[in-house]
Structures are given as structure tokens and as C-alpha cells.
Nanobody, 122 residues
Framework: VQLQASGGGLVQVGGSLRLSCAAS????????MGWYRQAPGKQRELVAT???????NYTDSVKGRFTISRDNAKNTVYLQMNSLKPEDTAVYYC??????WGFGPEGVSDYWGQGTLVTVSS
């Protein structure tokens, strides 16, 4: 099982970007999918999560600007980022709770993508 993130880049203040993260491999089920970010010199923090049931959770600083969504048929999670600010600059990592084929519920594990850099310039 692996996660492949894409969509990062350089954008001006107020601009938009859309991140994508596709899970592939021997997947039985995907539960929570989400995005985290790590700015230089800071700890990794949660940005947004989306459960298989549709429940979302956002960190306060992105509420109203970012939207998380997923396409279960494609095992893909998206993060639409609007009204970007310089403080959104970070490496963004996708995360998913996945149960691989051949494993019971105890086999659910966290998987991480490789990270994609978002730079917001002023």
C-alpha cells in the first residue's frame, strides 16, 4: 500500500491550489483520509480529515478557506486550498487509515504520502 501526493507548487497570496493523494496497492478498505502539514522549524500539524462516513475536521486556521473531499472509487483524497496565505507555506502530507486485503480490523494502519511542497509568496 502506498500514497502518492501531488499538486503542490508556488502560488501568490490569495491564490488557490488543489492537492491530490491517491492510495494504491492491496486495499480492502480506507477509513479516515486527511492532510497534515509541516512548516520549516515547526511540528507537523493536522490540516483536515475526512472519514469514510463523510465527517470532516479542520484546523481553525484553514476553516472557510480549505475544503477536503474524497473519491472513494479512486481511493483519492483532495484538498482544495483557496485564499492562500504566507503562513500556509509548508510541506503537505496526506494520511490514510487503511485495512489491507488479508488483514482483519486489527490490521488497520496509518499510511503517509511523500509530501508535496506548497509555497505561498507575498
Amino acid at each position: 500500500v502506498q500514497l502518492q501526493a501531488s499538486g503542490g507548487g508556488l502560488v501568490q497570496v490569495g491564490g488557490s491550489l488543489r492537492l491530490s493523494c491517491a492510495a494504491s496497492g492491496s486495499i480492502f478498505s480506507i477509513y479516515v483520509m486527511g492532510w497534515y502539514r509541516q512548516a520549516p522549524g515547526k511540528q507537523r500539524e493536522l490540516v483536515a480529515t475526512l472519514s469514510s462516513g463523510g465527517n470532516t475536521n479542520y484546523t481553525d486556521s484553514v476553516k472557510g478557506r480549505f475544503t477536503i473531499s474524497r473519491d472513494n472509487a479512486k481511493n483519492t483524497v483532495y484538498l482544495q486550498m483557496n485564499s492562500l496565505k504566507p503562513e500556509d507555506t509548508a510541506v503537505y502530507y496526506c494520511n490514510a487509515e487503511i485495512r489491507p486485503w488479508g488483514f482483519g480490523p486489527e490490521g488497520v494502519s496509518d499510511y503517509w504520502g511523500q509530501g508535496t511542497l506548497v509555497t505561498v509568496s507575498s
